[in-house]
Every structure is written in C-alpha cells, then in structure tokens.
C-alpha cells in the first residue's frame, strides 16, 4: 500500500555500522543497524550504558569522528545520503541545525558560560536564519515563550550559571528549535535532572512535537522515559536493534528477551510489578562480538542455536494464534494488517514465536 507522502520516512537509517579503531582493537559499536522515522513521528532509541545509541545518532549529522568510521550502510535524509558522494559536507552543513537539530544531555557544556542565553540564541538565529539584530531578539524572545520560559524577555539577559539545569535544557530545546527542524535528536535530555523537572522537560517535547508536527528521535537507557512520549520504539543491544515496534505493542507485550528484561527492570507507573529485576551480567566485549545472538549469555531463553548463529531483525505480527482466536478476533487482525503503525514490528530473535505461544498458553 502507498501512502500519502507524509507517511514517507524523513530519515532513514539503512544497514549502518561504525568501527572505533583504537589500539585495544577494533571495537563494533553499531552493527548493521537500521530504522526509519517518518514525518511527525516520535522514536524512541532505547538500550544500556554502551549499547550504540550516541554513535548512531553522531552518524546522522556527519559527527562520527577518527578513530570512528562509519564502515558500512548509508543514512539518508529526505532520499539524500548523509554519507556517501561528493556533495556529502556540503548536504550535512545544509540539514544540521536546520533541518536536524540536536540536544545533548548536559546543558551546561553545550551552553557558553560567557555569553547570556539570549545572545547565543541571537547568534543561531543570525547565522542560520539570517535574521536582523532586532528581529533574532524578538524571536528569541518567542522561543523561550514557546519551551515554557516564563517572562523571557528578562531570562535572555541572563547567563547560562543564573539558571537551573532543567531551565537550562529548555533553553537548548529553543536554540534547537531556533531553525523550525524537521527532526529533533535529543540524547538523554532529561539524564541529568532530577525526576520532576525530567518529566516537564518530557512533557514540553511531547507538547512542541504535536504543535510543531516535528519528528523526534529520542534516545535513552530508560524505557520508562519513552513511554508516554514515543510512537514507537527501537531497543538497541550490542550495536544492533533487537526490537522496533509500536510503543503500545512494545509495552504491553515486549517479544524479544532483552525488552522484556529491559521492561521488568524499569519502574512504571501504570503498573505495579512486584519487583524490580535486574539483567544479570554485562554485554559482551564489542572487539570480539560473538558469533551468535549477542544476548546468549544473558538470556534466560538460550537455545544451542543462538550460540551458534545470529538472528536477524524479523517481521514479528502478535495476531491470535491459529485455534484461539475468536472470529471476532481474526477480523480485527485482518483490520490491523493494513494498519503500517500495528504490523511495523521487527523482532531480533529465533524464538520470538515460540515465546510468544507459549505466554497465550500460559
Ligand atoms: N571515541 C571512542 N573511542 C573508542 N570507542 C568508542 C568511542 N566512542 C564510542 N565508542 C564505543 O562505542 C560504543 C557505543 O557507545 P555509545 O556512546 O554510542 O553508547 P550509548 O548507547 O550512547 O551509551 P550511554 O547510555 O552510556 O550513553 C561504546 O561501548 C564504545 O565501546
Ligand atoms: S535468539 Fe536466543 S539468546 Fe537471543 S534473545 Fe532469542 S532466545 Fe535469547
Ligand atoms: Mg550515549
């Protein structure tokens, strides 16, 4: 089915891997990953400390630095690569700021300490908007309006020391927004606030990307941050997407091992677990990635197979199994057959099937 070219991706990540060559060796940090985000649409980059999250999203702009390289795949930004051919630097610098825009997670080193916040907003503007004096300061002015600075026309005297850290995060959530991107990578905004202000600074990106129809990429090691706030969601192990789903399927019915350790591991408010179990063991060493399913060692569904090989990301449909189904239920799966956001769930795992059979018959 073809859809309306808004449903058409904006990015596309396709096949990616990056090597860090270090003289310990060359460490995998993302294997052949791959995801796409539409228009609008709000994704979630989800996985532990290490797992590749930052340097797939550095890929996107062109900030995979030596001993970094990317070594394989391509992204692509509206059908243009951001990696491959001639014209590459100049696409980069054209679409960074302006059409992708970025938030890291500690406010305080990407702000400059010397100058007021009203300035360096100034200053993005100018540049890349090449807007007047006058006209960069009135706007300025609006955009922390927009992220929910009050009285901000008396905020942009000051400097960055003379704010607090989630104010201060709402000020890079302006600057990013400065050039109307079309897509807002925000990687970890609300790691280093405490839980409160996280869930504000949360709950204005949720805001600006239903009111400016802005696409997200959010990443984060905790899945409890996305929930709420994600369309969907891509859990990453080892370099590689293990689980890219729905956020609602993915919650309700995690199918890959890792999410579901991810998700018995987060606390959550609209459930209550009985308790908080933690993943046993590490990751395993990027130098020499085993030749089977990353997660063996850890996974308490290991089978012979998945020491042996690696599974690939899968079509993965959570319809009723043949015999179980009511009729009723069968129609309604036919329904969300041709529903992209309800059948787009890949699954990383030789027994997601078999795992699944048996939680309906459980
Ligand atoms: N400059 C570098 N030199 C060598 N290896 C690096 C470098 N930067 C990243 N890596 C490797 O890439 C892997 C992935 O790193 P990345 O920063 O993307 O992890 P992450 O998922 O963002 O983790 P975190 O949640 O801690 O931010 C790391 O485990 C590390 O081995
Ligand atoms: S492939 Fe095997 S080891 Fe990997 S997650 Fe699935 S069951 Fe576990
Ligand atoms: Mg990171």
Same mark, same amino acid.
């Given at each position: 089915?073809? +859809? #309306?070219?808004?449903? $058409? #991706?904006?990015?596309?990540v396709d096949h990616l891997q990056i090597d860090f060559v270090t003289r310990r060796g060359t460490v995998h940090a993302v294997r052949d990953v791959s995801f796409t985000i539409a228009h609008g649409e709000t994704v979630g980059l989800v996985g532990e400390s290490g797992s590749g999250k930052s340097v797939t999203a550095q890929a996107l702009l062109g900030m995979i630095e030596l001993p970094g390289k990317i070594v394989g795949g391509d992204v692509r930004w509206k059908g243009e690569s951001l990696v491959h051919g001639p014209g590459v630097r100049r696409t980069i610098e054209r679409v960074r700021g302006a059409e992708i825009a970025m938030v890291f997670q500690d406010p305080m080193t990407s702000l400059d300490p010397v100058f007021t916040i009203g300035s360096q907003i100034v200053e993005v503007l100018r540049r890349h908007r090449r807007l007047g004096r006058k006209a960069a300061k009135a706007r300025a002015? !609006?955009?922390?309006?927009?992220? +929910?600075? $009050?009285?901000?026309?008396?905020?942009?005297?000051?400097?960055?020391? !003379?704010?607090? +850290? %989630?104010?201060?995060?709402r000020v890079l959530i302006a600057m990013a927004l400065a050039c109307e991107p079309a897509l807002l990578v925000a990687d970890e905004p609300t790691t280093a606030l405490d839980v409160t202000i996280q869930a504000q600074i949360l709950e204005l990106i949720a805001e600006l990307q239903r009111e400016l129809q802005l696409a997200v990429l959010l990443i984060t090691h905790d899945l409890g941050v996305v929930a709420g706030v994600c369309d969907r969601v $891509?859990?990453?192990?080892? %370099?590689?997407?293990?689980?890219d789903a729905p956020a609602a399927d993915l919650y309700a019915e995690p199918a890959h091992p890792y999410t579901a350790g991810l998700l018995g591991s987060t606390p959550r408010l609209d459930i209550v677990l009985d308790r908080l179990v933690a993943i046993e063991g590490a990751p395993p060493d990027l130098r020499l990635p085993p030749p089977g399913c990353a997660y063996a060692t850890r996974c308490p569904h290991a089978v012979e197979r998945? !020491?042996? !090989?690696? #599974?690939?990301?899968?079509?993965?449909v959570a319809l009723p199994l043949a015999g179980e189904a009511s009729e009723e239920d069968a129609v309604l799966a036919e329904d969300e057959l041709d529903d992209p956001a309800r059948t787009g769930r890949t699954v990383a795992c030789f027994r997601a099937d078999d795992l699944r059979r048996q939680r309906v018959s459980a």
């Open positions: 089915m073809i +859809g #309306p070219p808004d449903d $058409a #991706p904006v990015l596309e002015v !609006e955009l922390l309006d927009l992220v +929910g600075i $009050a009285n901000p026309a008396a905020r942009i005297k000051q400097y960055p020391f !003379e704010m607090s +850290g %989630g104010m201060r995060q $891509a859990v990453m192990y080892a %370099g590689k997407i293990v689980e998945c !020491e042996a !090989e690696q #599974p690939s990301l899968e079509r993965f």
